[in-house]
């Protein structure tokens, strides 16, 4: 059975060193009294939750998945979730980043964020259902009438009650636009609300008493397309006046998706049948509301896919340390035994040393994103806050794309350096790579998170908030432009910015031409670009390690050997995705579709 043993000293060394978390955090009114001490207990029992009671229960839950009895519609999770849950919401979990005011302990996003990285590593299906109601909590807090706030909040603060959003229904997918899924008023403030959802990610289980439906639908006479959906909170019981609950809502769960990974989380198929709801936010405007709880998805898929690539990169690790088969090339390392440890071979160290390097890339990238979303959501200045918001908002399509490829192809590695035993269920790594897959599919695919990034975020303002961010590289190069010790960081990291430069001029000017070169395009520049970002990142961990390299700790000497395998062989990949990316729409769409 896999092990998880939490990444603490990393993660202190990307906030205490790498981003200086506490002194920033400190100069916002809601964290003023943050300190290290705090962080680092919260990261030690946070982690001890996840390795010893999450991590045991991921294997067998895989194996078990979730069990729907059709003519209750209720579903049971894998045993020791439920269990498991309940110690989740004893520990106060739950509350960790939430506002005072509904019960919670107003914690950073930084912080609330690092625990999500240990238990998505431990077990990324269980850890949905609270994920899920987080989301839900931050819509509402967001958007939510005085009386939601009121009747869910400190529900969902707690962990008493969880959450879900139901967005997309079988005819649509990510086109939200065509939903069909009716709202009707009834008179007195609330809504009947009557159709079919597909995809919920914890849609149905009996861990807790309620579960909160956010729900896409339509009123009368709207909009036709995107304009015309509202948000409704509709609970799976209604809720009395003195909080208590009342009947059963008809919102049912009438299926659960086969799925090839994350099977211990109940991906419900979901009826509306008439159920009640109340409306979040403005009539029509419900992807605005909703929206909140998608960003947090995306970077909560981000959180998945490092989770992931983290656990897969230490069980690879230790099994290849361990494993012997064959000598090495220049002869035996292990003379006293009859092969040597796989680990000699260039090529499992190539495939553990990617899957670190976007683990430890992926960390300090996600914290410093979370560390900006702190700013955005607490600071006392309102510039500060609006460039902070544009900043997460160019960064998240990042998170969500290009965290989740590299999880991808870091399990995958993971999976290899096992040999034949890593296609075997036992071992674990098998689950790691399937679990991981579903990150590129939901919340909106990679192929939308890069037109996001590519249309909306970069385009669409010529480029205004990527400048900005290309200021932060140019001010750390000119700085460290005459340390010899760094040039072998900051030339490449130089250079990749001139080229992102180039290459979203271009394609700008391309795009006047004929839009559909945005779509040609945006695949190959947002990794161009998350590649630029994680260069940065990695460059300025490489000087604090080259600073502390001979302080004795070997922490800074895996660090700096690990930023110059990134430099050597995970950056060149840009060369052939700029290439790629110039090679523009006519390779696509010449040939007719007739032929495919």
């Given at each position: 059975?896999?092990?998880?043993?939490?990444?603490?000293?990393?993660?202190?060394?990307?906030?205490?060193?790498?981003?200086?978390?506490?002194?920033?955090?400190?100069?916002?009114?809601?964290?003023?009294?943050?300190?290290?001490?705090?962080?680092?207990?919260?990261?030690?029992?946070?982690?001890?939750?996840?390795?010893?009671?999450?991590?045991?229960?991921?294997?067998?839950?895989?194996?078990?998945?979730?069990?729907?009895?059709?003519?209750?519609?209720?579903?049971?999770?894998?045993?020791?979730?439920?269990?498991?849950?309940?110690?989740y919401?004893?520990?106060?979990?739950?509350?960790?980043?939430?506002?005072?005011?509904?019960?919670?302990?107003?914690?950073?996003?930084?912080?609330?964020?690092?625990?999500?990285?240990m238990?998505?590593?431990?077990?990324?299906?269980?850890?949905?259902?609270?994920?899920?109601?987080?989301?839900?909590?931050?819509?509402?807090h967001?958007?939510?009438t005085?009386?939601?706030?009121?009747?869910?909040?400190?529900?969902?603060?707690?962990?008493?009650?969880?959450?879900?959003?139901c967005?997309?229904?079988?005819?649509?997918?990510?086109?939200?636009?065509?939903?069909?899924?009716?709202?009707?008023?009834?008179?007195?403030?609330?809504?009947?609300?009557?159709?079919?959802?597909?995809?919920?990610?914890?849609?149905?289980?009996?861990?807790v008493?309620?579960?909160?439906h956010?729900?896409?639908?339509?009123?009368?006479?709207?909009?036709?397309?995107?304009?015309?959906?509202?948000?409704?909170?509709?609970?799976?019981?209604?809720?009395?006046?003195?909080?208590?609950?009342?009947?059963?809502?008809?919102?049912?769960?009438?299926?659960?998706?086969?799925?090839?990974g994350?099977?211990?989380?109940a991906t419900?198929?979901?009826?509306?049948?008439?159920?009640?709801?109340?409306?979040?936010?403005?009539?029509?405007?419900?992807?605005?509301?909703?929206?909140?709880?998608?960003?947090?998805?995306?970077?909560?898929?981000?959180?998945?896919?490092?989770?992931?690539?983290?656990?897969?990169?230490?069980?690879?690790?230790?099994?290849?340390?361990?494993?012997?088969?064959?000598?090495?090339?220049?002869?035996?390392?292990?003379?006293?035994?009859?092969?040597?440890?796989?680990?000699?071979?260039?090529?499992?160290?190539?495939?553990?040393?990617?899957?670190?390097?976007?683990?430890?890339?992926?960390?300090?990238?996600?914290?410093?994103?979370?560390?900006?979303?702190?700013?955005?959501?607490?600071?006392?200045?309102?510039?500060?806050?609006?460039?902070?918001?544009?900043?997460?908002?160019?960064?998240?399509?990042?998170?969500?794309?290009?965290?989740?490829?590299?999880?991808?192809?870091?399990?995958?590695?993971?999976?290899?350096?096992?040999?034949?035993?890593?296609?075997?269920?036992?071992?674990?790594?098998?689950?790691?790579?399937?679990?991981?897959?579903?990150?590129?599919?939901?919340?909106?695919?990679?192929?939308?998170?890069?037109?996001?990034?590519?249309?909306?975020?970069?385009?669409?303002?010529?480029?205004?908030?990527?400048?900005?961010?290309?200021?932060?590289?140019?001010?750390?190069?000119?700085?460290?432009?005459?340390?010899?010790?760094?040039?072998?960081?900051?030339?490449p990291?130089?250079?990749?910015?001139?080229?992102?430069?180039?290459?979203?001029?271009?394609?700008?000017?391309?795009?006047?031409?004929?839009?559909?070169?945005?779509?040609?395009?945006?695949?190959?520049?947002?990794?161009?670009?998350?590649?630029?970002?994680?260069?940065?990142?990695?460059?300025?961990?490489?000087?604090?390690?080259?600073?502390?390299?001979?302080?004795?700790?070997?922490?800074?000497?895996?660090?700096?050997?690990?930023?110059?395998?990134?430099?050597?062989?995970?950056?060149?990949?840009t060369?052939?995705?700029?290439?790629?990316?110039?090679?523009g729409?006519?390779?696509?769409?010449?040939m007719?579709?007739?032929?495919?």
């Amino acid at each position: 059975m896999p092990q998880y043993n939490p990444p603490l000293r990393d993660m202190q060394f990307v906030m205490h060193e790498l981003l200086n978390a506490v002194d920033e955090l400190k100069q916002l009114p809601a964290h003023a009294d943050i300190d290290v001490d705090t962080i680092n207990a919260v990261l030690e029992e946070g982690g001890k939750f996840a390795s010893e009671v999450l991590a045991p229960i991921n294997l067998s839950g895989d194996l078990e998945g979730c069990t729907l009895d059709k003519t209750t519609h209720e579903v049971k999770p894998p045993k020791g979730f439920k269990e498991a849950y309940a110690q989740y919401i004893e520990g106060g979990w739950p509350a960790l980043g939430c506002d005072p005011e509904y019960g919670g302990q107003g914690l950073p996003v930084l912080l609330n964020q690092a625990l999500y990285e240990m238990l998505n590593s431990a077990n990324q299906a269980w850890t949905m259902y609270p994920g899920l109601s987080h989301g839900a909590y931050e819509a509402l807090h967001a958007h939510g009438t005085d009386e939601q706030k009121k009747t869910y909040l400190p529900k969902l603060t707690s962990g008493e009650w969880t959450g879900t959003m139901c967005l997309t229904e079988p005819h649509c997918g990510t086109d939200l636009g065509l939903l069909r899924t009716k709202a009707e008023p009834l008179g007195d403030g609330s809504y009947k609300i009557t159709g079919s959802k597909i995809f919920i990610s914890a849609g149905e289980h009996d861990m807790v008493d309620n579960i909160v439906h956010l729900v896409l639908a339509r009123l009368p006479d709207a909009p036709q397309g995107s304009k015309g959906i509202s948000l409704f909170v509709v609970p799976k019981f209604k809720v009395n006046a003195d909080g208590s609950l009342g009947e059963r809502n008809p919102v049912f769960c009438t299926g659960l998706e086969h799925k090839m990974g994350i099977h211990g989380n109940a991906t419900a198929q979901i009826a509306l049948d008439g159920a009640v709801g109340t409306l979040v936010g403005q009539p029509n405007k419900g992807l605005m509301a909703m929206f909140v709880m998608m960003n947090a998805a995306r970077l909560g898929v981000g959180n998945q896919s490092l989770g992931l690539t983290e656990v897969a990169y230490q069980n690879a690790a230790a099994y290849a340390k361990d494993r012997i088969q064959m000598r090495a090339l220049s002869g035996p390392k292990a003379p006293d035994k009859p092969a040597d440890p796989i680990i000699v071979h260039p090529d499992v160290r190539k495939m553990l040393l990617t899957a670190r390097a976007y683990a430890e890339g992926g960390r300090a990238l996600s914290m410093y994103v979370a560390l900006t979303l702190d700013k955005a959501l607490s600071s006392g200045d309102a510039d500060e806050r609006k460039e902070a918001d544009d900043e997460v908002a160019l960064l998240t399509p990042i998170v969500k794309a290009f965290i989740s490829d590299n999880a991808w192809i870091a399990t995958s590695h993971c999976m290899q350096v096992y040999g034949g035993h890593g296609y075997i269920h036992e071992s674990g790594v098998e689950q790691f790579v399937r679990d991981s897959r579903i990150n590129m599919t939901y919340e909106g695919t990679n192929t939308v998170q890069s037109l996001d990034l590519l249309g909306r975020k970069i385009l669409s303002n010529n480029g205004a908030v990527l400048k900005k961010f290309g200021k932060k590289i140019a001010a750390f190069v000119e700085e460290e432009g005459t340390n010899e010790a760094m040039q072998e960081f900051i030339n490449p990291l130089a250079d990749i910015g001139d080229k992102v430069t180039k290459l979203t001029t271009e394609i700008g000017m391309k795009a006047f031409q004929n839009p559909d070169e945005v779509g040609a395009a945006a695949v190959d520049y947002l990794r161009v670009a998350g590649h630029m970002v994680f260069a940065y990142f990695f460059a300025r961990m490489a000087k604090i390690a080259l600073e502390k390299k001979d302080s004795g700790d070997s922490f800074y000497t895996a660090k700096l050997y690990t930023a110059r395998f990134y430099f050597a062989k995970l950056l060149p990949e840009t060369a052939s995705l700029i290439r790629t990316a110039r090679s523009g729409l006519s390779p696509l769409m010449e040939m007719d579709e007739a032929l495919f």
